[in-house]
């Protein structure tokens, strides 16, 4: 059974820096691409960033790319989401996710089969 579990969401003012953390269990790792989703009220959920199994490529959103680094160490079974630069409309529900096959780059929520319970992140103005 997969188990995905989010930490290090919180408050924080516009323009400061949170780094969320993935722990995995019950998955093949190192040959998973990971994710990061997130989810505001009343909105749907969205993609924010990625990164593949295969050679650790990485992809983002346009609206986060420049502020938000993804990185995984497969060691731990751990995906990271480093935000800096943070904005009020970056405010949301984070999700982790996992795919269920080996997919290189999986965007959609309809590629993943595997979610975290979520973690707050809220910038204030």
């Known amino acids: 059974q997969v188990r995905l579990v989010e930490s290090g969401g919180g408050l924080v003012e516009a323009g400061g820096s949170l780094r969320l953390s993935c722990g995995a269990s019950?998955?093949?790792?190192?040959?998973?691409?990971m994710g990061w989703f997130r989810q505001a009220p009343g909105k749907e959920r969205e993609f924010v960033a990625g990164?593949?199994?295969?050679?650790?490529?990485?992809y983002y959103t346009d609206s986060v790319k420049g502020r938000f680094t993804i990185s995984r160490d497969n060691a731990k079974n751990m995906v990271y989401l480093q935000m800096n630069s943070l904005k009020p409309e970056d405010t949301a529900v984070y999700y982790c996710?996992?795919?269920?096959?080996?997919?290189?780059?999986?965007?959609?929520?309809?590629?993943?089969?595997?979610w975290g319970q979520g973690t707050q992140v809220t910038v204030s103005s």
């Open positions: 996710a996992a795919p269920g096959s080996s997919v290189y780059y999986p965007r959609s929520p309809t590629d993943f089969g595997s």
């Open positions: 019950g998955v093949p790792f190192s040959s998973r691409a």
């Open positions: 990164i593949s199994w295969y050679r650790g490529s990485t």
